[in-house]
């Protein structure tokens, strides 16, 4: 059996192992890499938690598996308020990031305060891990059947992207908020 074969099979084998599993995440910041600072929404370049009830809305991808009347379910329904509620990503026009070796803060607002630390931590409901994946900064947060992975990351020297995957019963849905550094 040759490399390439060999490195598809284990490929294989991790996908059919389930999607649950966690990626290796460094606790080192990445240097050189800051998220520190003040940034505004850019509502044009951003997708909304409305946009999960509109998959017809250009730049918004839905799941091809879910149907729109699922999609209109989630959106009305209490998984996703429930989500928008801890995520306050979800809703933000400005975030106020304070970065350290061990663990970021953001303050949110509309919203309230988060703070986030590398490797894994009970919060509230959530089991959370959080920590690097070469400069981009993954958060992943797991209650019962609900599993939110959000992915930070610097797309331009003043722009910060935030994806947004979150993945309940119905399927997988995304949501991309970028943001400009004031």
Same mark, same amino acid.
Do not use: H
């Given at each position: 059996?040759?490399?390439?074969?060999?490195?598809?099979?284990?490929?294989?084998?991790?996908?059919?192992?389930?999607?649950?599993?966690?990626?290796?995440?460094?606790?080192? +910041?990445?240097?050189?890499?800051? =998220?520190? /600072?003040?940034?505004?929404? $850019? =509502?044009?370049?951003?997708?909304?938690?409305? $946009?999960? /009830?509109?998959?017809?809305?250009?730049?918004?991808?839905?799941?091809?598996?879910?149907?729109?009347?699922?999609?209109? @379910? &989630?959106?009305?329904?209490?998984?996703?308020?429930? &989500?928008?509620? $801890?995520?306050?990503?979800? @809703?933000?026009?400005?975030?106020?990031?304070?970065?350290?070796?061990?663990?970021?803060?953001?303050?949110?607002?509309?919203?309230?305060?988060?703070?986030?630390?590398?490797?894994?931590?009970?919060?509230?409901?959530?089991?959370?891990?959080? /920590?690097?994946?070469?400069? +981009?900064?993954?958060?992943?947060?797991?209650?019962?059947?609900?599993?939110?992975?959000?992915?930070?990351?610097?797309?331009?020297?003043?722009?910060?992207?935030?994806?947004?995957?979150?993945?309940?019963?119905? /399927?997988?849905?995304? &949501?991309?908020?970028? =943001?400009? @550094? @004031?």
């Amino acid at each position: 059996m040759s490399m390439r074969t060999a490195g598809l099979m284990v490929c294989m084998l991790a996908a059919l192992g389930g999607c649950s599993s966690k990626p290796d995440l460094s606790r080192v +910041n990445p240097p050189g890499l800051d =998220f520190s /600072g003040t940034w505004i929404i $850019d =509502f044009s370049a951003s997708g909304s938690v409305a $946009d999960l /009830g509109n998959p017809n809305r250009p730049g918004t991808p839905l799941d091809r598996r879910m149907s729109r009347r699922d999609a209109v @379910r &989630i959106a009305k329904g209490s998984d996703l308020e429930f &989500i928008s509620v $801890d995520f306050q990503v979800l @809703r933000a026009d400005k975030m106020i990031i304070e970065l350290s070796r061990e663990s970021m803060g953001i303050r949110y607002q509309p919203g309230g305060y988060r703070d986030i630390s590398w490797g894994e931590r009970q919060r509230g409901l959530w089991e959370v891990t959080a /920590g690097w994946q070469e400069d +981009n900064l993954v958060v992943i947060s797991e209650a019962g059947r609900l599993r939110v992975v959000e992915t930070l990351s610097r797309t331009a020297p003043n722009e910060l992207s935030v994806r947004v995957n979150i993945d309940i019963d119905s /399927g997988e849905q995304e &949501i991309v908020r970028v =943001f400009n @550094r @004031r």
